[in-house]
């Protein structure tokens, strides 16, 4: 019998002590927070009755006063200690199944000669003694536990707030422990031992993404604790665990910065909002409240507000998955790559200064179907003002001027005809008050005419206020300012010039009118293409003012390939005191704009190098190594992926003798997949989504169960589903079906990382199905039929 083994009963009595320890603080704490909340009740529904209410004098009133705040503290404090209770009830609540995952043996460098090593306990959370003195399990992210993550038994070296600490690790043993009852332990080196990895990913995959710290790599925990970098950018493979160490970071700066941070104050892009809530359960389980959790498409949209529809990245990714070699989508295509560069961040700088000089468009303030202040006179207003002054701070001087005019305009309004008939028409209340407010002011007289006349006067001053409150109100949110039409004004010829900035990009002069012709039709037509809706609110805060978000310091960028230089820009300008966490994978980049090149590369401009910090994970954990091979293969440079030892079958790829085959096919393979003992989630992979709708409709009829995710699908949900390839995106599945492999959905060069996407979704089993001839990027190598 091994000495591990020999250990197991002093380890199980160890378990125990502490599953008592803490059943027996859960039910005290219980006890004690339903008497504070009892107490919180009380004390709300008696505020005002324990407050002697008294404003006779100042002195009364000052004993008020104080008697409120004396009892708003009370009620304060009892309510923080409330919130403080659940907390630990919470943190108790996830230890007590399974204290810890984790123990290092440490023998500090300045212990003195003959001292044990300190034993480390790790759990999701911390645990002291009775005495409050000592720790019987260490949070994993206190700063001791990162050795836990980044060595083996040998010397060691951890940071802490007081210093550098040395010493020497003795042992470093890893637990599965379910239920309170150990299930195995094991000792191990430098790296999580593969025996928990595999009990980990061994399992299906669920509707909800799970954190598992006993399983963080070293190479993941860099990313996690990285307090140095500015801008840290990680780029992993398929599968490498980029996302579940992004939301582990939020939840260890969650926990390092205790008091200085708070999860209002982190923010983090996902790819849709399907994929929020995939991830929305994994703070919580670290005993964090989640952060701010949002899409650029519901920024870029609550930004553009009503002004136009805003297309998004996914009817974006449908048109140019549609007639490839046409005139009209090759125009588009070349748009949306030059309106993603650098070149279009300056283009746009360009257009804004000019403004400064000329071409600012205004809207007229109309009132009863004429022209108040006409559109020509905002502006020449506008120009008549310091042009040394930046156009955000001349238009709010415009603004000022603006209702100033309005106040003047509106005193020789009361004179019309129509005010008269707009007095005619109020009722009797409103004389009534007409009356007593001119009788207040002395305003009545003994001459009955002049009495008439104040009436008249008041009352139209009040018509005419109420009816040019909506002016107020439209020239205090700007709407003068007629930003749609400056907008398409960057797409209009200049005399013979199409562009007097010259063409963005690698567009030649010719290529960008046709561009620009593309795009003002689809903005006469009220529509904003996703490829111009960064550049709009781009320019829109450059001529307005940043709407800037300074109160939020970390920003987190999910699925960052799939985001262009000028979207970067932006972000970086909104967001200023914002360290940023960028996390994609190259290969990966699906949609247009991404271009060829690695966007990663670009983003010089936001940090400087000392500030920058690169992070690559090359090791994929979540498919067999059988299916990692496979997908590997189909990407350039697929060869520096390492696959995570754990065996599986190997993909299959199905040749129907006819298309209509195919349907049968995929549903009886389905049905395999979801037998007795089969997984729990499966997914049917389609290149589009207007493939996926067909094949649904088709599917359906076999399968009631089977679900259609579609972009406007918020929630994931376990079982069988049928999906576009680019919305399965950071999401994972049990076994995965790509209905139609052939040489007809997958042929193009820039559709190669989407098959590569689509096949690196599985954890357990791949499937292909294909009819005629097999696409091109499994040509040439040997696959199993």
Same mark, same amino acid.
């Given at each position: 019998?091994?000495?591990?083994?020999?250990?197991?009963?002093?380890?199980?009595?160890?378990?125990?002590?502490?599953?008592?320890?803490?059943?027996?603080?859960?039910?005290?704490?219980?006890?004690?927070?339903?008497?504070?909340?009892?107490?919180?009740?009380?004390?709300?529904?008696?505020?005002?009755?324990?407050?002697?209410?008294?404003?006779?004098?100042?002195?009364?009133?000052?004993?008020?006063?104080?008697?409120?705040?004396?009892?708003?503290?009370?009620?304060?404090?009892?309510?923080?200690?409330?919130?403080?209770?659940?907390?630990?009830?919470?943190?108790?609540?996830?230890?007590?199944?399974?204290?810890?995952?984790?123990?290092?043996?440490?023998?500090?460098?300045?212990?003195?000669?003959?001292?044990?090593?300190?034993?480390?306990?790790?759990?999701?959370?911390?645990?002291?003694?009775?005495?409050?003195?000592?720790?019987?399990?260490?949070?994993?992210?206190?700063?001791?536990?990162?050795?836990?993550?980044?060595?083996?038994?040998?010397?060691?070296?951890?940071?802490?707030?007081?210093?550098?600490?040395?010493?020497?690790?003795?042992?470093?043993?890893?637990?599965?422990?379910?239920?309170?009852?150990?299930?195995?332990?094991?000792?191990?080196?430098?790296?999580?031992?593969?025996?928990?990895?595999?009990?980990?990913?061994?399992?299906?995959?669920?509707?909800?993404?799970?954190?598992?710290?006993?399983?963080?790599?070293?190479?993941?925990?860099?990313?996690?604790?990285?307090?140095?970098?500015?801008?840290?950018?990680?780029?992993?493979?398929?599968?490498?665990?980029?996302?579940?160490?992004?939301?582990?970071?939020?939840?260890?700066?969650?926990?390092?910065?205790?008091?200085?941070?708070?999860?209002?104050?982190?923010?983090?892009?996902?790819?849709?909002?399907?994929?929020?809530?995939?991830?929305?359960?994994?703070?919580?389980?670290?005993?964090?409240?989640?952060?701010?959790?949002?899409?650029?498409? +519901?920024? /870029?949209? =609550?930004?553009?507000?009503?002004?136009?529809?805003?297309? $998004?990245? *996914? !009817?974006?990714?449908?048109?140019? &998955?549609?007639?490839?070699?046409?005139?009209?989508?090759?125009?588009?295509?070349?748009?949306?790559?030059?309106?993603?560069?650098?070149?279009?961040?300056?283009?746009?700088?360009?257009?804004?200064?000019?403004?400064?000089?000329?071409?600012?468009?205004?809207?007229?303030?109309?009132?009863?179907?004429?022209?108040?202040?006409?559109?020509?006179?905002?502006?020449?207003?506008?120009?008549?003002?310091?042009?040394?002054?930046?156009?955000?701070?001349?238009?709010?001087?415009?603004?000022?001027?603006?209702?100033?005019?309005?106040?003047?305009?509106?005193?020789?309004?009361?004179?019309?005809?129509?005010?008269?008939?707009?007095?005619?028409?109020?009722?009797?209340?409103?004389?009534?008050?007409?009356? +007593?407010? /001119?009788? =207040?002011?002395?305003?009545?007289?003994?001459?009955?005419? $002049?009495? *008439? !006349?104040?009436?008249?006067?008041? &009352?139209?001053?009040?018509?005419?206020?109420?009816?040019?409150?909506?002016?107020?109100?439209?020239?205090?949110?700007?709407?003068?300012?007629?930003?749609?039409?400056?907008?398409?004004?960057?797409?209009?010829?200049?005399?013979?010039?199409?562009?007097?900035?010259?063409?963005?990009?690698?567009?030649?002069?010719?290529?960008?009118?046709?561009?620009?012709?593309?795009?003002?039709?689809?903005?006469?037509?009220?529509?904003?293409?996703?490829?111009?809706?960064?550049?709009?609110?781009?320019?829109?805060?450059?001529?307005?003012?940043?709407?800037?978000?300074?109160?939020?310091?970390?920003?987190?960028?999910?699925?960052?390939?799939?985001?262009?230089?000028?979207?970067?820009?932006?972000?970086?300008?909104?967001?200023?005191?914002?360290?940023?966490?960028?996390?994609?994978?190259?290969?990966?980049?699906?949609?247009?704009?991404?271009?060829?090149g690695n966007v990663f590369h670009s983003l010089g401009e936001l940090f400087s190098e000392e500030e920058t910090e690169r992070i690559t994970l090359h090791r994929s954990y979540r498919s067999t190594k059988q299916i990692i091979r496979f997908a590997s293969s189909i990407i350039e440079g697929g060869e520096e992926i390492e696959p995570f030892n754990r065996n599986g079958e190997e993909p299959s790829v199905t040749r129907a003798e006819q298309?209509?085959?195919?349907?049968?096919?995929?549903?009886?393979?389905?049905?395999?997949?979801?037998?007795?003992?089969?997984?729990?989630?499966?997914?049917?992979?389609?290149?589009?989504?207007?493939?996926?709708?067909?094949?649904?409709?088709?599917?359906?009829?076999?399968?009631?169960?089977?679900?259609?995710?579609?972009?406007?699908?918020?929630?994931?949900?376990?079982?069988?589903?049928?999906?576009?390839?680019?919305?399965?995106?950071?999401?994972?599945?049990?076994?995965?079906?790509?209905?139609?492999?052939?040489?007809?959905?997958?042929?193009?060069?820039?559709?190669?990382?989407?098959?590569?996407?689509?096949?690196?979704?599985?954890?357990?089993?791949?499937?292909?199905?294909?009819?005629?001839?097999?696409?091109?990027?499994?040509?040439?190598?040997?696959?199993?039929?």
């Amino acid at each position: 019998m091994s000495i591990i083994e020999n250990e197991r009963e002093e380890e199980q009595k160890r378990v125990d002590r502490l599953t008592a320890i803490i059943a027996r603080r859960i039910e005290g704490l219980r006890v004690r927070t339903g008497g504070i909340h009892g107490e919180i009740v009380d004390i709300r529904r008696n505020f005002w009755d324990d407050v002697t209410v008294n404003f006779e004098d100042a002195a009364e009133t000052a004993e008020t006063f104080a008697s409120m705040k004396q009892q708003a503290e009370l009620l304060n404090e009892r309510e923080r200690s409330h919130r403080h209770m659940v907390e630990q009830l919470s943190t108790l609540n996830r230890l007590q199944a399974s204290p810890y995952f984790g123990r290092i043996d440490l023998l500090e460098e300045d212990a003195p000669e003959g001292a044990q090593p300190d034993r480390i306990y790790l759990g999701v959370g911390s645990l002291l003694d009775d005495s409050g003195d000592q720790y019987l399990i260490y949070d994993w992210r206190a700063p001791v536990s990162s050795l836990y993550y980044d060595y083996g038994p040998g010397p060691v070296v951890y940071e802490t707030p007081a210093g550098e600490v040395r010493g020497e690790m003795t042992l470093k043993r890893q637990y599965i422990i379910r239920g309170g009852v150990i299930k195995s332990m094991f000792d191990t080196g430098v790296t999580i031992g593969d025996e928990l990895l595999q009990e980990v990913l061994g399992k299906g995959s669920d509707a909800a993404m799970k954190s598992i710290v006993a399983t963080i790599q070293q190479e993941q925990n860099r990313i996690i604790r990285n307090e140095r970098a500015k801008l840290l950018i990680v780029q992993g493979a398929a599968g490498s665990g980029k996302t579940s160490a992004a939301l582990q970071r939020a939840a260890y700066l969650l926990y390092r910065f205790r008091g200085s941070l708070t999860a209002d104050q982190i923010v983090l892009f996902s790819p849709n909002p399907m994929f929020n809530s995939y991830i929305s359960t994994v703070l919580p389980e670290l005993g964090e409240q989640n952060m701010n959790q949002t899409t650029y498409q +519901e920024h /870029l949209e =609550r930004r553009v507000g009503q002004e136009f529809e805003v297309e $998004d990245l *996914f !009817a974006q990714m449908e048109y140019s &998955l549609r007639s490839p070699g046409t005139a009209e989508h090759d125009i588009r295509m070349r748009g949306i790559r030059a309106k993603a560069s650098a070149d279009f961040i300056r283009l746009i700088d360009d257009y804004a200064a000019s403004l400064g000089e000329r071409g600012l468009r205004f809207k007229s303030i109309m009132f009863r179907g004429r022209p108040l202040i006409p559109h020509t006179a905002i502006a020449r207003r506008f120009y008549e003002l310091d042009r040394g002054v930046s156009i955000a701070n001349r238009l709010r001087e415009l603004r000022g001027w603006l209702l100033k005019e309005l106040v003047r305009l509106g005193k020789l309004e009361r004179s019309k005809k129509w005010v008269d008939e707009a007095i005619e028409l109020l009722d009797n209340e409103a004389y009534a008050r007409a009356y +007593e407010e /001119l009788q =207040r002011k002395n305003k009545f007289s003994e001459q009955s005419y $002049d009495d *008439f !006349a104040s009436e008249r006067d008041f &009352l139209a001053a009040g018509v005419v206020q109420e009816r040019f409150k909506k002016l107020r109100s439209r020239v205090k949110r700007g709407l003068f300012f007629d930003f749609p039409a400056i907008y398409k004004a960057l797409y209009e010829p200049r005399g013979d010039k199409a562009c007097p900035w010259g063409a963005p990009g690698e567009l030649t002069a010719e290529e960008w009118k046709s561009v620009q012709s593309d795009t003002l039709q689809r903005l006469e037509q009220g529509q904003l293409p996703y490829e111009d809706a960064t550049p709009y609110c781009y320019l829109k805060e450059k001529l307005e003012g940043f709407h800037t978000h300074t109160t939020v310091k970390y920003l987190f960028v999910d699925e960052a390939q799939d985001y262009s230089p000028l979207q970067f820009h932006y972000l970086r300008r909104i967001f200023p005191n914002s360290r940023m966490t960028l996390l994609g994978d190259f290969n990966q980049s699906v949609f247009i704009h991404s271009g060829s090149g690695n966007v990663f590369h670009s983003l010089g401009e936001l940090f400087s190098e000392e500030e920058t910090e690169r992070i690559t994970l090359h090791r994929s954990y979540r498919s067999t190594k059988q299916i990692i091979r496979f997908a590997s293969s189909i990407i350039e440079g697929g060869e520096e992926i390492e696959p995570f030892n754990r065996n599986g079958e190997e993909p299959s790829v199905t040749r129907a003798e006819q298309a209509s085959a195919i349907l049968a096919l995929v549903a009886a393979k389905l049905k395999e997949l979801q037998g007795p003992g089969g997984y729990m989630s499966v997914a049917v992979i389609c290149k589009s989504a207007e493939e996926s709708r067909t094949l649904y409709g088709e599917l359906s009829g076999l399968l009631p169960q089977i679900r259609l995710i579609e972009k406007e699908t918020v929630t994931f949900e376990k079982g069988l589903v049928v999906i576009p390839s680019y919305l399965a995106k950071g999401v994972e599945f049990d076994a995965v079906i790509i209905a139609d492999a052939s040489e007809n959905a997958y042929r193009r060069e820039e559709e190669r990382k989407l098959f590569y996407t689509a096949c690196t979704r599985a954890m357990h089993e791949l499937h292909l199905f294909y009819h005629g001839e097999l696409t091109p990027f499994l040509q040439g190598r040997k696959v199993a039929h």
